[in-house]
């Protein structure tokens, strides 16, 4: 009989992330955190699995848990193909090229390539501020990071909705 051990359950934790099933996952995490509640390993996977409840993280992160076990040549050429070369050469042109979908289009896949890039734990850091248990697995600097992106991030939605409703757009 193999004995429980706070790393070898969190392991198990994250093969569940890895197979989409967060629920499962987070029962594992917490078995490893009440094994040794200093595990940062499992502070990690705990909050990975409570961010899985949303739907678009949880879509995300199947997707970076997917890409990180490709090779780097495979990834690069993935990307471009998915995003560029399919879109571009696929579906024949049925709108004028400045047309509202189109943009909506462009501003979508922008969105993702840019969630891909950037650090995005911040973003559902603040999603998760909103869970009751949620909010005491964040460290403190954790917390402090979700508040600036909060900050930082409501003008850019008001003016989205802003465009979205009136359709109007300006430079300076």
């Known amino acids: 009989m193999r004995l429980k051990t706070p790393f070898r359950t969190a392991n198990q934790g994250w093969n569940c992330l890895h197979r989409n099933n967060p629920r499962r996952a987070q029962d594992h995490f917490r078995e490893a955190l009440r094994l040794n509640p200093e595990l940062e390993y499992a502070r990690q996977g705990m909050l990975e699995a409570l961010k899985a409840r949303n739907p678009v993280y949880r879509g995300m992160l199947a997707y970076f848990l997917w890409m990180g076990r490709q090779s780097g040549r495979f990834q690069g050429v993935f990307i471009v193909r998915?995003?560029?070369?399919r879109e571009a050469g696929a579906q024949p042109r049925r709108e004028p090229?400045?047309?509202?979908?189109?943009?909506?289009?462009?501003?979508?896949?922008?969105?993702?390539?840019?969630?891909?890039?950037?650090?995005?734990?911040?973003?559902?850091?603040?999603?998760?501020?909103?869970?009751?248990?949620?909010?005491?697995?964040?460290?403190?600097?954790?917390?402090?990071?979700?508040?600036?992106?909060?900050?930082?991030?409501?003008p850019a939605l008001g003016?989205?909705?802003?465009?979205?409703?009136?359709?109007?757009?300006?430079m300076p």
């Open 159 to 170: 003016a989205l909705l802003a465009w979205a409703f009136t359709g109007y757009f300006s």
């Open 97 to 154: 090229a400045g047309a509202r979908s189109g943009s909506l289009a462009v501003v979508g896949i922008g969105l993702f390539i840019h969630l891909s890039l950037l650090d995005r734990r911040p973003m559902f850091n603040l999603l998760l501020r909103l869970d009751r248990f949620g909010r005491l697995v964040l460290a403190r600097g954790e917390r402090v990071a979700s508040n600036w992106f909060a900050l930082c991030v409501l």
């Open 82 to 85: 998915r995003l560029f070369w």
